[in-house]
């Protein structure tokens, strides 16, 4: 394979849009030809209530974290 850009020579088989076989070049052979199906998009507020659940998660895993590394730094004598 050769990557020089300067060479137009090399890339313009792949940007030449009368080319025929164009995208074929690209991709290859497609082995499966079903339709993608793709989700509805959601609403506003359940948007709004799904971000601030994952905003909320990630702010107790950060405060459990910090917690956590607190007690194996602090060594209480209270007694010796």
Do not use: H
Not at 40 to 54: C, N, P, S, Y
Not at 55 to 69: C, G, K, P, T, V
Request: aromatic content about 10%.
């Amino acid at each position: 394979m050769n990557f020089d850009f300067d060479n137009k020579n090399d890339w313009k088989k792949l940007f030449n849009p009368k080319a025929s076989n164009a995208a074929s070049l690209v991709m290859g052979p497609c082995v499966n030809d079903t339709p993608l199906n793709y989700a509805r998009a959601m609403g506003d507020e359940k948007l709004a209530t799904l971000g601030m659940k994952i905003r909320n998660y990630l702010i107790a895993q950060f405060q459990d974290e910090r917690i956590a590394s607190v007690k194996k730094i602090t060594r209480w004598r209270m007694m010796e």
